[in-house]
């Protein structure tokens, strides 16, 4: 058993309120044995990666934070549907799993295989016919960047039948009562150490850099409701970089340049919420803060708010190590679970705020070299659809494997019955 860190049971307290699955999507080629048999792989190979291994287990009363136990993959963890579709089908079918979120105190994972599927775009004006892969994966097991790595895990684990759990670890009673102790035990120790934390963030004072002032909301920031729309655009990674910009920054000035057209208002100032990885090392599985970033719309010269995007994330990165930041953090790492689940159960979801952090968000992750297959068929290309919430309708995704960068937009009917008009601007601004 390992305890969760607090970023981590954060992560999980609050996809009881905001459905957080992950849904890491990968575009094969026809592999060379039947769907069937590659789910039967996929599975054989999940018990070769520890993080697939695990799922949740909660200590009664909230009295700690969660742990981490062992759990042998199952067969009904794979599923398989070999319905002929084509790729707009496919995307609606993936769509409409985000309505059958993981329960993680059962299973922290599941995976879903579609195939044949026609029409999968790769980003040189042609298509071919594959199979989809979607990693549907509880955002407490890990962020985009620790999906990633599992993800590429999973595929290239050895397909043999050894099961590699040899123990069942502590039964069940034996651990609800130890768990139950352990919290009890620590909570006088916390709730100290949080006290004396929280006096030393007053005693730094303001941050030294705020970051960006919060913008004014759009009609994009409404509750999206249970239905989802998915689109994606493919393209060739050198297209992107070809400025001099890395891919992040061309996408962001992408954004900059389709959203004020679609909105059709006097936008004069947009800005998005861009997750951002943290570079020091941590114990939690979920190292990143989201942060906001201003796309400069005053600046008509696309090259000018390409510097100036591209000097804002620097910025944002940098701030993470602010004083002020590091001792709130401090705070968050001893907070007793009860009071931070109380302060999470607390947070009013209805209540719409005056401004946010961005008006959408983008995530953005670079998957590594396409050097990997599924049985034969070779990597096309990844993506994935950040979550929605009740301030944000519209989420984009940029996600690349080796030469190939996939642009996804996740939205719903509620909030963009039209979604094909902004994705065709989008694509414009890409191009």
Do not use: K
């Amino acid at each position: 058993m390992q305890r969760m860190a607090a970023a981590d049971a954060a992560s999980y307290w609050m996809s009881e309120r905001i459905p957080n699955d992950q849904f890491l999507l990968y575009c094969f080629a026809a592999p060379s044995i039947s769907l069937d048999e590659c789910a039967r792989r996929l599975l054989a190979r999940a018990r070769h990666v520890d993080d697939l291994c695990l799922r949740v287990h909660d200590v009664p009363a909230t009295a700690d934070r969660p742990y981490w136990v062992s759990a042998e993959p199952t067969s009904d963890q794979v599923r398989v549907d070999t319905t002929t579709r084509t790729w707009s089908s496919s995307l609606v079918a993936v769509g409409e799993l985000v309505a059958d979120q993981l329960v993680p105190s059962r299973a922290a994972w599941r995976l879903h295989l579609f195939g044949p599927v026609t029409d999968l775009p790769t980003g040189e004006g042609e298509s071919v016919t594959g199979v989809v892969v979607v990693l549907q994966i509880s955002h407490t097991l890990g962020d985009g960047r620790r999906a990633s790595q599992i993800a590429r895990d999973l595929f290239t684990a050895p397909h043999d039948d050894e099961r590699r759990l040899g123990a069942f670890g502590v039964p069940g009673p034996i651990r609800e009562v130890g768990t139950l102790a352990l919290g009890m035990l620590r909570f006088p120790g916390e709730f100290v150490r949080t006290i004396r934390r929280g006096i030393q963030v007053s005693r730094v004072g303001g941050q030294a850099n705020p970051g960006t002032p919060g913008y004014p909301l759009t009609r994009l920031n409404r509750n999206p409701g249970p239905r989802r729309l998915l689109r994606v655009i493919v393209l060739e990674r050198e297209r992107l970089t070809a400025a001099g910009s890395p891919v992040t920054v061309a996408v962001l000035t992408a954004i900059s340049q389709a959203l004020p057209r679609y909105l059709g208002e006097d936008c004069t100032r947009l800005g998005v919420e861009l997750t951002v990885g943290r570079s020091e090392r941590s114990e939690a599985r979920n190292n990143f803060r989201n942060v906001g970033i201003d796309l400069h719309v005053e600046v008509d010269d696309s090259a000018a708010r390409a510097r100036l995007i591209r000097g804002e994330i620097d910025a944002a990165r940098a701030a993470n190590a602010d004083p002020a930041r590091v001792a709130q953090r401090r705070v968050s790492e001893v907070t007793p679970a009860i009071l931070a689940w109380w302060g999470i159960r607390a947070f009013d979801l209805d209540t719409r705020p005056e401004t946010v952090t961005g008006v959408t968000v983008v995530s953005s992750v670079d998957r590594g070299a396409a050097d990997f297959d599924l049985d034969g068929g070779e990597i096309l290309f990844t993506t994935g659809f950040p979550a929605l919430s009740p301030v944000q309708g519209l989420t984009h995704g940029v996600h690349g494997i080796g030469d190939r960068v996939a642009v996804s937009v996740t939205t719903s009917p509620e909030i963009m019955p039209d979604v094909d008009r902004y994705v065709e601007l989008l694509r414009a601004a890409l191009a």
